[in-house]
């Protein structure tokens, strides 16, 4: 099988400022020394890092125990992820950080919140306590389905205290798909909210927890946070509000001492194929990974203010705005709505409100905000920001370039950091104070860990040439399974390569040693013989300055074994005629070749998009072969993009 063809062209690079890379948590010199250590011994690397960042009850008597595809890190090494994110920031040298903030919260209506350390330790430990009050016991699984409101980093917290593995379900899905997460993990309580603000009105949460509660007999009791005010039911016996449960708990309790391979976590992950896995992540590991990560990556000063704009719902909610965020000290800004409520300069206003000097968000947001218009932007003080993040999905070069000078004015390095829900923590990513970058590149791997592309075969790829991402030794923040399916864990990372990890992301490295992904291989297309990523074809037909978005797709072509369907959306106030249709066309023919041109371009609204924002490419794809919808479209996050996809034939 032919290698995967890399056809984009990006020479832009840059430099870290000398200014930033002095008072970097790593500068280039630590940053190159560690690099060696990792290289030397990944093992020894991260036992410097677990010392370093983290505070154990007991120590672990082996680093690493490497039972193919099972690993086990830090072995007999006791800790508790509470412990580490709030109490220890309450004692010695840190007791300051008392009065810090924790987190900054900012509803969608306007309200806010502050919690301390202090404050964060009395409602965790309280909320523990009402856990342990209502039956839940170390091991057993805690559902959580709520908005972005306090309440939900208390409850995560408040599981990891007492180690009962929480399971968080985005607010966003449906009665279904909270019923078989649910019934999956083995949930025995449910933490829920009357609803949560989005859009400007409340969005019900418990009348549709309550849909999925018909089919859940493991449910014993649900928690339910007042938020909205807006009547619901409540289940007598079953039903119990989060203030009255808390009027009475007590503020004292002692963190579990646990093993480092107990279960903190189970987040299931569908991607954009296949039913849902329930994805493991356990204590020490995982905590030394995040906090590791989150310091150096996102360089963390005592004085930052951090926001990091996904839902805790997802794996980057988890790891980086709570875990990795909270562990390091840092305060942490949490938003409940969406960008445009009540405008478009939503998410700016919160910049300039708080100060925020770090901020991390998605490609899809960033396009977005590119079709939104700069002038939104510019109403507000950004001077306050001095790094930036993305993650996500490939960013394209334009959206880089934008983010750069729009948002970063200049002035901010930017992190593309590579991961997924299974690797627990960033992967690859440029290290701000000594990596230069290049636009729509992730740079390299974190010390201690190494990526490299494969062919079909298991050999490794020449560069520049594509081929399978794959991770060559086991890393503390990996999966430790699929809740309830060992084999196909197995199967799914470990079953093409022996003992190598398989991401399934296609990706490139050019001869500087950068890696580039190139989006997931389902996704990949082969036309006339060449296999094309999708993401590099999107990437040439947004560089056209007039178009917001796009998607691409194969469709079954007689002459070219694959013909490129263009799915596009212009930007605002621009015609969807002809003309463009010419100038996206030469745009592609010029950034990659006549070989990417599309056969046809469609021009529509909206992307059918996962409710994280992933373009559901297989759907595109069966409305461009003219099939009917066959797929799953249980993770769609909006079904009337569909319907409109449709119409527009
Ligand atoms: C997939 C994982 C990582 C947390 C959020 C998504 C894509 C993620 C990047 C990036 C290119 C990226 C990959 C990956 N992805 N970050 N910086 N550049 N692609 O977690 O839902 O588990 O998705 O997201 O395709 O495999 P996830």
């Known amino acids: 099988m032919d290698d995967i063809e890399s056809l984009l062209k990006e020479s832009r690079n840059f430099k870290p400022k000398a200014d930033f890379s002095r008072k970097a948590v790593w500068n280039p010199k630590t940053v190159a020394e560690m690099r060696k250590l990792g290289e030397k011994s990944p093992e020894r690397f991260w036992a410097k890092m677990a010392k370093e960042n983290i505070s154990w009850f007991q120590p672990w008597k082996k680093t690493l125990e490497w039972k193919p595809p099972f690993a086990k890190w830090f072995v007999g090494g006791k800790l508790n992820v509470a412990y580490n994110c709030i109490d220890r920031h309450l004692e010695g040298e840190n007791s300051w950080r ?326 627990g923590g960033i992967i690859i990513s440029p290290l701000p104070g000594a990596t230069a970058t290049k636009p729509g590149s992730a740079t390299h791997p974190f010390p201690g860990i190494q990526t490299a592309i494969y062919t079909e075969e298991g050999q490794e790829v020449k560069p520049p040439n594509g081929g399978l991402l794959v991770l060559k030794n086991p890393w503390p923040g990996m999966l430790r399974g699929i809740w309830g399916d060992k084999e196909r864990y197995k199967s799914t990372y470990w079953g093409k390569f022996k003992n190598v990890y398989l991401a399934g992301d296609g990706a490139h490295k050019d001869k500087n040693g950068y890696f580039w992904i190139m989006g997931r291989v389902d996704d990949v297309m082969n036309i006339s013989g060449h296999r094309i990523g999708t993401m590099e074809v999107e990437s040439a037909i947004v560089a056209e300055p007039h178009v917001a978005e796009a998607a691409v797709v194969g469709r079954p072509d007689e002459i070219t074994g694959t013909a490129i369907v263009a799915f596009v959306t212009p930007k605002q106030g621009v015609a969807p005629d002809d003309a463009l249709r010419e100038k996206i066309l030469k745009q592609v023919v010029r950034g990659i070749g006549a070989l990417a041109r599309p056969a046809e371009i469609r021009f529509t609204d909206a992307l059918p998009k996962t409710r994280s924002g992933k373009i559901m490419r297989r759907l595109l794809r069966d409305i461009a072969c003219h099939k009917e919808i066959v797929s799953d479209t249980t993770t769609l996050e909006d079904y009337s993009v569909l319907a409109k996809l449709r119409n527009e034939e």
């Open 98 to 423: 008392r009065n810090k903030a924790a987190i900054l919260w900012e509803g969608e209506p306007g309200d806010s919140r502050v919690l301390t350390y202090g404050d964060l330790h009395r409602e965790v430990c309280k909320f523990a306590n009402v856990l342990k009050s209502q039956g839940v016991k170390t091991g057993d699984r805690v559902a959580i389905y709520m908005p972005m409101i306090p309440e939900l980093a208390i409850a995560m917290l408040a599981c990891a205290r007492i180690g009962a593995p929480h399971s968080i379900v985005f607010g966003g899905f449906s009665a279904d798909s909270l019923r078989d997460r649910i019934n999956d993990v083995g949930a025995k309580l449910l933490v829920t909210a009357d609803g949560g603000f989005r859009r400007g009105k409340p969005l019900a949460l418990k009348a549709t927890a309550d849909k999925a509660l018909t089919g859940t007999p493991g449910v014993e009791k649900v928690i339910v946070v007042a938020r909205t005010g807006e009547t619901i039911e409540m289940q007598k016996g079953r039903d119990f509000w989060w203030h009255d449960l808390m009027a009475d708990a007590s503020a004292l309790c002692p963190p579990a001492k646990l093993d480092s391979e107990h279960p903190l976590y189970i987040l299931y992950t569908s991607g954009t194929t296949g039913k849902p896995k329930g994805i493991l992540h356990t204590t020490g590991g995982y905590l030394v990974h995040v906090a590791t990560t989150a310091k150096v990556i996102f360089d963390l000063q005592e004085n930052d203010t951090y926001w990091c704009t996904a839902d805790i719902g997802w794996v980057t909610g988890h790891s980086y705005v709570i875990y990795g965020m909270l562990a390091n000290g840092a305060t942490t800004l949490m938003y409940e709505g969406t960008p445009n409520t009540p405008a478009e300069d939503r998410f700016w206003s919160i910049i300039e409100k708080y100060r925020v000097t770090i901020f991390y968000t998605a490609p899809t947001a960033i396009r977005t905000f590119i079709r939104w218009g700069e002038a939104h932007v510019k109403k507000h003080d950004l001077s306050s920001l001095r790094l930036l993040g993305s993650v996500g999905e490939p960013i394209n070069p334009e959206a880089w370039i934008w983010y750069h000078r729009v948002i970063g004015q200049e002035r901010c390095p930017i992190v593309d950091t590579w991961w997924q829900t299974e690797t």
